[in-house]
């Protein structure tokens, strides 16, 4: 019997082995992402997070070993085999050192997504992008990272232990006995630990770990990558909450509305929105003229210069933090609650676009992106809302203008400047009036910019920085020749990000600031107001905003508001980060969880938010605004109704 004790805690040990990894995974993270726990207050005590940490790695570490328990605990005197220990133990080191990989990765990967890798990054990536030379750059890059991981594993192998070592096989009526009631514990552990623990009504999720955090970023320091991904595979459908049983669909639409009307006053611009990769508001020199004390220059000399004359939103947010959560948000005003839209099981749904609206009125469209056709689903989305043209990399490289290939920044797409020249000359080729949306690419890792630029370009803090300045010169360039365009003096141009990237202040570090964004409307004619707005804008504003300027006369569906419209003080933005659902009104951000609990600060003059706001009577109704934004999204999503029809109530 104490033979077979040795058994079972050799079996032990090796769990707790792979917990210990978990944990080292989990300092390494914080090692190489500090800025997730340097807020000055409001953190939550590090013991806490920790706490936390190890009931997510006990829940992911029983999730993919489960085979192997079930192998090595088998009550039969096979187990006893050598070859079926080799077995065991390969099995245990191949899943294990997966685990330790991918969770590396996602000490740099999630600096860009902004959270734990989920499920959905098989299919984010699946479209033809150059992830193979991706992955091989960004090794290189981070080659301790890679020695760390390969330190970790040898640790597994060495300190490994066969369970069956110097034991003899008992006899098989013992082993039954003992092995039995030992086997269906722990399969009954197993399940309780991977539920998160026997006290939890269901098993635990990725919006659990918000219960062990201050600040929405510091989920990133709980969660571990295989349980995020583990536990995002074949997600549900989503849950209509219940907050609205008592009202009538009417009463909840009277506060939030989704159908809109524009005026029948048309004013026929073409329209071209520009996407731009990763800029965030902080980039922005005009945008942050108090910060380092006034001395802050920023990296966009030139989209400073045109913000001067533009109608510039100041105080403008992304709804979401991926590039496929932006396009949805800006040609269809869908934001990004809970997965990516076009990831999700309702990517299916009939949806409009800016383009497939503007189309009955005579307008034509077209989608511009330099990398691989397919890309990130770019051109799959935008065919499906009703784009009539896509032009990605296969278009440019047969355009005898333009050097192919020879263009490739090697990683990503063609490069943003020689791009961007296509792109003002492919719209002359265009009939007006026109809608065009070009989506940009080189202000992107592994900050690369043209060789050409080498000593031009100087080497900043970052070298994303670098990126940006190259790109605002692209756009210099880009406007330079569109202004010798035909098409040039009767066009409305809207420059906005898909999301934010690096940052060196802390203000743009926070939950918040992670989706402060640029947004500006440029009128080459004069014809629009100019100025810097400080109303709240976000990205689903884009959409019913430009329907109200070209005049468009049909009711529509959209989760924005018009920006123009001066009969309403709706000054509101929303998005999620981790299970939290983040409103913006005027200067108070509120950080609500779906439920009950809701935090709320001010964020103008507490930009780190440090310091929540007792809450006041108006909090009341901004969070029934919020949830009934929420209710209508997943209430629309879920009944496929999110474009306008004849039997839609008005």
């Not at 496929?324 to 676009?353: C, G, H, Q, W």
């Not at 330099?370 to 043209?389: I, L, P, R, W």
């Not at 659902?581 to 938010?609: H, I, M, N, W």
Request: net charge negative; hydrophobic share 40%.
């Amino acid at each position: 019997m104490k033979k077979e004790g040795l058994y079972y805690l050799r079996v032990l040990w090796n769990l707790v082995l792979v917990w210990i990894i978990y944990t080292a995974c989990r300092l390494i993270f914080i090692w190489q992402n500090p800025e997730l726990i340097s807020s000055p207050a409001g953190s939550a005590p590090w013991w806490r997070l920790m706490e936390g940490g190890m009931l997510f790695d006990c829940s992911a570490l029983l999730y993919t070993n489960a085979i192997y328990g079930l192998l090595v605990l088998l009550p039969l005197p096979l187990r006893y085999k050598n070859w079926w220990q080799s077995i065991c133990k390969w099995l245990f080191v191949i899943v294990n050192a997966v685990a330790i990989a991918i969770n590396l990765i996602d000490v740099v990967y999630s600096r860009y997504s902004g959270r734990r890798t989920t499920s959905s990054f098989f299919d984010e990536f699946s479209g033809g992008l150059h992830v193979g030379e991706i992955v091989g750059a960004e090794l290189l890059a981070h080659w301790y990272l890679l020695c760390i991981g390969i330190a970790l594993i040898a640790i597994l192998v060495f300190f490994y232990r066969r369970p069956n070592q110097h034991l003899s096989t008992p006899c098989l009526s013992h082993l039954l006995i003992g092995g039995i009631p030992l086997y269906i514990l722990f399969i009954l552990l197993s399940i309780i630990g991977m539920r998160g623990g026997a006290t939890y009504h269901r098993p635990i999720s990725t919006a659990d770990a918000s219960r062990f955090v201050q600040q929405p970023q510091e989920v990133n320091i709980v969660l571990n990558t295989p349980f995020s991904m583990i536990r995002t595979l074949g997600k549900a459908k989503f849950q209509v909450p219940d907050y609205f049983s008592d009202e009538t669909e009417a009463q909840r639409e009277s506060g939030y509305s989704v159908i809109h009307k524009s005026s029948d006053q048309a004013t026929p611009y073409n329209i071209v929105i520009l996407i731009v990769e990763s800029f965030g508001r902080e980039y922005f020199g005009c945008l942050n003229k108090d910060m380092d004390n006034g001395r802050y220059e920023g990296y966009t000399p030139f989209l400073d210069s045109l913000a001067s004359q533009s109608l510039t939103f100041v105080q403008a947010f992304a709804n979401g933090r991926k590039s496929i959560d932006a396009l949805p948000s800006i040609v269809s005003s869908i934001p990004m609650f809970v997965e990516p839209y076009v990831l999700t099981r309702y990517a299916t749904n009939k949806v409009e676009s800016i383009a497939s609206l503007l189309g009955f009125q005579g307008y034509h469209s077209a989608f511009f992106h330099g990398a691989d056709n397919g890309s990130m689903g770019f051109e799959a989305f935008t065919k499906a809302v009703g784009f009539q043209h896509y032009y990605g990399m296969n278009e440019y490289c047969t355009d005898g203008r333009f050097n192919g290939m020879d263009d490739f920044d090697g990683y990503w797409a063609i490069w943003d400047e020689e791009f961007m020249q296509y792109f003002a000359l492919q719209m002359s080729e265009i009939e007006e009036p026109f809608i065009t949306t070009l989506f940009t690419a080189s202000s992107h890792h592994p900050f690369h910019i043209p060789a050409r630029y080498e000593g031009r370009i100087p080497h900043e803090q970052h070298p994303m920085f670098r990126c940006v300045r190259y790109t605002d010169y692209a756009l210099q360039q880009f406007f330079a020749t569109a202004k010798q365009q035909p098409w040039y003096p009767n066009t409305l141009f809207v420059i906005t990000a898909d999301h934010t990237n690096e940052s060196a202040h802390a203000q743009y570090q926070t939950s918040l600031g992670l989706f402060r964004i640029p947004l500006l409307i440029y009128d080459p004619s004069g014809r629009l107001p100019k100025g810097y707005s400080q109303q709240v804008a976000q990205q689903i504003d884009i959409l019913p905003t430009l329907l109200h300027i070209v005049g468009y006369s049909q009711p529509y569906i959209a989760f924005g508001k018009d920006l123009l419209d001066s009969t309403t003080t709706s000054n509101w933005a929303v998005n999620y980060s981790n299970g939290v659902y983040q409103y913006v009104e005027g200067s108070r951000v509120l950080l609500f969880d779906g439920d009950k609990g809701c935090t709320c600060y001010d964020y103008l003059a507490d930009p780190l938010l440090q310091h929540p706001l007792p809450k006041k009577e108006k909090d009341i109704s901004s969070i029934q605004h919020l949830k009934a934004i929420i209710y209508s999204y997943m209430q629309r999503m879920v009944e496929n109704n999110l474009a306008y029809e004849k039997t839609t109530q008005k």
